[in-house]
């Protein structure tokens, strides 16, 4: 990348000055100090007036990167084999093809050098980044991993789950039961965030269906 920092990236798009940035940062920590979520790049999008979509595909541009309309893609199973669903979730990333030995990953902060990294060691070779909105990888990762698809991959990489019931009902395996309750927690949550009345498990031959109802 022919920047090191968000900072003089910025400058040079003439998109903000060295003193906004720095006035920006700090409002953008005590933001997130008070439980704010929103990336820097999300806050500075805001604090200019300009959406994440539009400041990603001029972004796109300035570093000759694809910015891709995921809605609109789909992506096969060889992509996603390529990156771990770890990976995948923790820094909000997903692959979306390969060809000739390259995987595609797309990304909403190309200035996280600690993703970047993560991604390309987990590849196991060549990558090819590119841009989209945040909030659009999010909702491809729901749809092509489904809701808890990491801490399921977490157990799965566990010993085989082995509940141990006593007599008093209580299971003995603690860090199996924490594992547990946060997947059902994550499937809980997701059906709160989109106002759903009911939650229906259906069970297939290798993988589950989580079904949110929203009834009037």
């Known amino acids: 990348m022919a920047f090191v920092s968000l900072k003089q990236f910025l400058g040079r798009m003439e998109f903000a000055t060295a003193e906004q940035f720095e006035e920006w940062t700090k409002a953008w920590r005590v933001a997130v100090e008070s439980g704010s979520q929103e990336s820097l790049l999300g806050f500075i999008c805001r604090e200019r007036g300009l959406g994440e979509d539009a400041f990603l595909q001029q972004l796109a541009k300035a570093l000759n990167w694809p910015y891709l309309d995921l809605p609109h893609l789909t992506v ?18 997903l692959p979306t093809q390969v060809f000739d030995g390259t995987v595609q990953v797309v990304v909403s902060n190309p200035f996280d050098t600690a ?78 965030k989109d106002r759903a009345t009911d939650i229906h498990f259906e069970p297939a031959e290798d993988f589950y269906f989580f079904i949110h109802l929203l009834r009037s």
């Open 76 to 93: 096969p199973a060889e992509a996603r084999n390529r990156i771990s669903t770890k990976v995948a979730f923790q820094y909000s990333i």
């Open 115 to 192: 993703m970047l990294n993560a991604v390309r060691f987990d590849a196991h070779g060549p990558v090819q980044f590119a841009l989209a909105p945040r909030l659009e990888i999010e909702k491809a990762l729901k749809k092509y991993y489904g809701v808890g698809a990491e801490t399921l991959d977490e157990m799965a990489e566990d010993e085989p789950l082995e509940l141990l019931v006593g007599e008093d009902k209580e299971i003995t395996e603690s860090d199996q039961e924490a594992s547990v309750i946060k997947f059902v927690n994550q499937v809980i949550w997701e059906a709160y």
